[in-house]
């Protein structure tokens, strides 16, 4: 019998990250939600601020304000590619 948990996919996050107390709970479920879309090799991701806020069911400026949190305390890397392109988002963490 398959694990039903699993069955659509899972992601893997960063004890580093789940347990530093200076990262918020809302900033690890954010990362936590990046990670489900990361390749598993190169650790990097495409998905837009609308999709996550959507699937989150959270504001565009609360999802920007946690990506700036985890930019600023070298968790993640974002790559532009320009304004209407989604950026690439890399897991250093």
Do not use: Q
Request: contains cysteine; proline residues 1%; positive net charge.
């Amino acid at each position: 019998m398959k694990n039903a948990r699993i069955k659509n996919g899972f992601g893997m996050v960063s004890n580093t990250v789940i347990r530093d107390p200076s990262i918020s709970l809302r900033d690890k479920a954010i990362y936590a939600h990046l990670a489900s879309y990361a390749d598993n090799k190169t650790n990097e991701l495409t998905v837009s601020i609308d999709r996550i806020a959507a699937e989150c069911g959270i504001d565009h400026s609360t999802i920007k304000r946690s990506i700036k949190v985890l930019k600023d305390k070298g968790v993640i890397a974002r790559i532009s590619r320009g304004t209407t392109i989604t950026s690439i988002t890399i897991l250093l963490k």
